[in-house]
């Protein structure tokens, strides 16, 4: 079975900084799916970025982007000029590659509390 | 992207009452439903996965007979929380999947409190 693990229950950034949320996994899988999601207190989920494993660029959106190393099975999320709306409750999550039915769950790690300060 | 809701977005209930929750998929076939619950400061967990016209497969610890899932249509999944207790009070949230997704769709959620 996977596991995803974030080591960060709470992380604080200043207005305009950069921060780094961190993310682990455990996988026998060679072909997978990761996520970051953002829960904001309204708690709906919203996709911040998706990586999928086979690809060796990290993935990019805007001012979010990721750390993907493969072999340590890392996968951070850097935001950077953060903003008030970044904060929120961020959640990493794993997904195998396969097509259809069990193959889409989502195993989640136990999210980091982002607190941005004005 | 895809649209997801789910009925109700809140309800408060009676112990020892059931509830039902309804999570629709408004524009995709949704052959995999996930039902996942939150609770409060926790990540989410997966409570069981059903497939459209079969028994639902239930997660270590989650008791079939008080969580009951119907995925009878492939736009439509009902959670039925039986005989609710105030330790079951927590988000619920389903994930309807279709095939070759590449990106998930979660449902709003739903917030169950029960008294």
């Known amino acids: 079975a996977q596991t995803v693990t974030q080591s960060q229950p709470e992380m604080s950034v200043q207005e305009a900084e950069t921060v780094t949320l961190s993310c682990t996994y455990d996988t026998s899988e060679s072909d997978y799916y990761l996520f970051w999601y953002k829960q904001p207190p309204s708690r709906q989920m919203i996709l911040v970025i998706r990586?999928?494993?086979?690809k060796q660029q990290n993935a990019t959106e805007n001012r979010f982007s990721v750390n993907f190393q493969k072999a340590a099975k890392s996968f951070s999320l850097k935001i950077s000029d953060s903003q008030l709306g970044d904060a929120a409750m961020y959640f990493c999550?794993?997904?195998?590659w396969g097509s259809g039915g069990s193959n889409y769950k989502l195993t989640f790690g136990k999210g980091t509390l982002l607190t941005v300060n004005p | 992207g895809a649209v997801v809701s789910q009925h109700p977005s809140w309800v408060i209930c009676k112990s020892g009452t059931s509830v039902k929750i309804e999570c629709r998929s408004l524009d995709f076939q949704a052959t995999t439903m996930f039902w996942y619950r939150q609770f409060p400061k926790q990540s989410l967990m997966l409570m069981a996965t059903s497939n459209e016209g079969s028994k639902a497969t239930y997660e270590q610890g989650v008791e079939k007979d008080k969580f009951l899932i119907n995925h009878a249509s492939l736009t439509l999944s009902t959670l039925t929380v039986t005989s609710a207790h105030p330790e079951d009070s927590s988000f619920y949230i389903c994930?309807?999947?279709?095939?070759?997704?590449?990106?998930?769709?979660f449902g709003p959620g739903t917030r169950l409190l029960v008294l």
């Open positions: 994930i309807p999947s279709g095939t070759n997704q590449e990106t998930q769709y």
């Open positions: 999550a794993y997904r195998s």
């Open positions: 990586q999928e494993a086979y």
